[in-house]
């Protein structure tokens, strides 16, 4: 079995890195499109890792629009969402409903100039080729990509994007994901050209730096564990082809240290990409959600102004002063309801949900608008995307501080419902008692003083730290109702009072694992 050298990685980036720095230093090199990298891998589709593509110039007059999809490769011919649960008359045709949004939307204003792919692309298992297979071309890339978005609106745009955990397999890391990247040297339209990469799209007057980050670490653990969500699992991979000649994983053993290194190397990679740019817009492209991989860091010390994603199979908007951003003052975009796979819940029939849809972003000078669009073509919610960082001192900081979004009423009612299931009591409370206020104050303290001591700690510390403290923590909540209901016993006698323990173990789950309390749960996604 072989193993790959493991400094070739480093020594790739250090290359990219060092042109990268040669090419911020001189005048732009402009083009007319997202030309591939000159580089085409003949076998080992990662050698591009960490590459810039050559800057794009768009010249035509405003406004400049791009749409934003994810999870949306579905199975079959023509294609339906993959099924994570029953499916419903407003499931059947998803993707299909999805992409005659965008076509229709991208003919009305006609100036779509690109899309971006924020990954799963391929459901269930990616490309149904095994690893060693990037030019037996899957049918799929006609069934699921070429025949659906071919509307004349969409014809000719380029999609840039990222790999997500089904398209490496979702757990079968031996899948053909190699074909995922090696189609950008082949179909005009398809830019992915390395599993991490970066992109400078000039306007007359500003500019945007894509960065296309792969964030499916957070997808792999153990082989043995949790085999119907680990790109890993030994029950699925057995012990594991051997994929490094198209750079991959070598063995089920191998598959979790595989992409922990991939996720440091692309921290180093874009901390350094991050600290030379002098772009108007700093974006970050990536498949699953940050409340993994502590991003806060980065967002504000180099200033990214927005993060788009998905993973989660939904459409959702947090603005940049929403508490329960966990970016903020940077903006968040959840875009996972392409129609590839069952939405978190049903949809309505016509399109008034948050279900399936895409994202239409104008960009300007001053703003990013951005409109969430559902599958039914309803606007579903709307907000500008404004500076928020001032870099002034040598150093950015936050300066975001008022509320700029507008959301439709029916999705502040979504918004109120799911925030109401999640942390509303059985009973109503009055009052909270001064006893039971005291405790929660005094837990809510060691668990901001415990959060800053697991930020310092690396990174596969903190999970397990993170983890071991939302255990204790919960059952430190347990141990406070049982002291709180023995002092109501004692000093109010036989009389009952209804409190929450929902309200308290909920808070306490998500502060000890910086998650926002609105943030939905994720359905369990093979």
């Not at 955990?165 to 899948?175: K, P, R, T």
């Not at 009591?425 to 009055?430: E, F, Q, R, W």
């Amino acid at each position: 079995m072989r193993s790959r050298m493991p400094l070739a990685p480093q020594r790739r980036l250090l290359v990219h890195l060092a042109a990268a720095a040669l090419a911020h230093e001189a005048s732009y090199d402009c083009t007319d499109a997202f030309y591939p990298p000159e580089t085409q891998p003949a076998e080992d589709v990662t050698i591009n890792n960490g590459v810039a593509l050559r800057d794009v110039c768009i010249t035509h007059a405003a406004p400049y629009h791009v749409f934003v999809i994810g999870d949306w490769g579905g199975t079959g011919d023509p294609p339906s969402p993959a099924e994570n649960r029953e499916l419903h008359e407003g499931d059947s045709d998803a993707q299909q409903r999805v992409a005659e949004r965008m076509n229709e939307l991208a003919l009305s204003n006609a100036t779509l100039d690109y899309v971006l792919n924020v990954g799963d692309s391929f459901y269930w298992k990616g490309i149904d080729r095994s690893c060693t297979e990037t030019v037996d071309w899957s049918p799929q890339w006609a069934t699921v990509f070429n025949n659906v978005y071919s509307g004349p609106g969409l014809q000719g745009k380029p999609w840039l994007g990222v790999l997500g955990n089904h398209d490496y397999g979702g757990y079968l890391y031996s899948s053909g994901w190699g074909q995922i990247i090696a189609m950008t040297w082949v179909d005009s339209r398809w830019r992915i050209p390395a599993q991490y990469w970066s992109s400078r799209v000039h306007y007359p007057d500003f500019s945007v730096d894509y960065y296309f980050v792969d964030s499916n670490y957070f997808s792999c653990s153990s082989p043995e564990s949790n085999p119907q969500h680990n790109i890993c699992s030994r029950e699925h991979n057995g012990g594991g082809d051997d994929c490094t000649a198209m750079g991959g994983p070598n063995s089920s053993d191998h598959c979790p240290s595989y992409f922990s290194d991939l996720w440091h190397l692309q921290k180093a990679w874009l901390t350094e990409q991050l600290a030379l740019s002098t772009a108007t817009w700093r974006i970050v492209v990536t498949h699953i959600p940050p409340q993994r991989g502590n991003w806060n860091d980065i967002t504000e010390r180099f200033a990214i102004d927005l993060i788009v994603c998905g993973h989660v199979h939904y459409q959702k908007l947090f603005k940049q002063s929403d508490p329960g951003n966990p970016v903020a003052p940077s903006g968040l975009i959840i875009s996972g309801g392409g129609g590839g796979i069952t939405a978190e819940n049903i949809p309505d029939l016509e399109g008034h949900d948050d279900q399936y849809g895409f994202v239409d972003l104008e960009l300007s000078k001053d703003r990013i608008g951005v409109r969430m669009l559902s599958h039914g073509g309803q606007l579903r919610g709307e907000t500008d995307i404004e500076h928020c960082y001032d870099g002034s001192a040598g150093h950015f900081f936050a300066v975001c501080k008022v509320d700029r979004t507008t959301t439709t009423e029916t999705s502040t009612q979504t918004s109120a419902l799911t925030s109401t299931l999640t942390l509303t009591s059985a009973t109503t409370t009055t009052e909270e008692p001064t006893i039971f206020k005291s405790i929660f104050d005094r837990i809510k303290a060691l668990v901001g003083k415990s959060e800053h001591v697991r930020a310092s700690l690396p990174e596969d510390e903190q999970a397990r730290l993170g983890a071991f403290g939302v255990c204790l923590l919960v059952s430190a909540a347990a141990v406070g109702l049982v002291v709180v209901s023995l002092f109501w016993r004692v000093t109010r006698g036989s009389r009952r009072r209804g409190y929450s323990t929902c309200d308290l173990s909920d808070s306490l789950t998500a502060t000890a694992s910086t998650r926002p309390v609105n943030w939905q749960p994720e359905r369990s996604d093979p």
